[in-house]
């Protein structure tokens, strides 16, 4: 099985597991042994579910002002989290392939590993809900249609990234292609480095 095989399977496992209560209080149980890159992936892909459901919620136009402020914090404690996960499965990658030597010729790609199964991670959540309005039994027939061709180009790219994902690590352990990691390094959420958080010290 590819890296990607199981990534998907594991993101989806995460997402219908979510919907079992389709709650964004509803705990986290991974059923992967920790310290995996199994764990961490479903983690990762529960936390993009999870926050999937808080943009749903704080797009309400009724919502209340003090509740939207709430779940903004909450949004953004979950930004942070997604990074820290992206960033700690690139560690694994890295630890994984810390004995390949790359070749004299070897080319660095535009974004690490991890950061290309963020965007996987992304794509069943997509696909999950796509499929969601395309079984709507409450909606327009054009509805449907369009919903209809939006998944087919969703499983279309999800296939493409699979691809292009499994082909990256097959280029980096063959020495073809090295990896470095760049921590994001976010200013916003640093009481040292945002002007608002330090200036009222």
């Known amino acids: ?41 479903y983690t990762k892909c ?5 926050q999937w459901h808080y943009e749903d919620i704080i797009r309400d136009p009724h919502i209340d002002p003090i509740e939207a402020l709430q779940l ?11 990074t820290d996960l992206v960033e ?3 560690s694994w990658f890295r630890q994984y392939y810390n004995k390949v030597k790359p070749l004299p ?13 963020d965007r996987l991670s992304i794509l069943a959540l997509k696909i ?4 969601e309005q395309v079984d709507r039994t409450d909606a327009e027939p054009k509805h449907i249609e369009r919903c209809k061709a939006k998944l087919a180009v ?23 292609k090295y990896m470095k990691v760049y921590r994001q390094m ?3 959420n640093d009481p040292a480095t945002n002007p608002i958080l330090y200036n009222q010290k």
């Open 1 to 41: 099985m590819s890296f990607t095989s199981e990534a998907n399977s594991i993101f989806n496992r995460a997402i219908n597991d979510y919907h079992l209560t389709d709650d964004v209080n509803t705990p986290l149980k991974n059923p992967y042994q920790k310290d995996s890159i199994q764990y961490s992936l």
């Open 46 to 50: 529960w936390i993009d579910t999870v």
């Open 72 to 82: 903004k914090r909450r949004i953004d404690r979950s930004n942070q989290d997604r």
């Open 88 to 90: 700690e499965i690139d």
């Open 105 to 117: 010729e070897a080319r660095l790609n535009t974004e690490s590993p991890a950061w290309a199964v």
């Open 128 to 131: 999950f809900h796509m499929q």
């Open 154 to 176: 969703l499983l279309e790219q999800q296939k493409d990234l699979s691809l292009a994902i499994d082909q990256l690590l097959e280029d980096i352990e063959a020495g073809r």
């Open 186 to 188: 976010k200013m916003y």
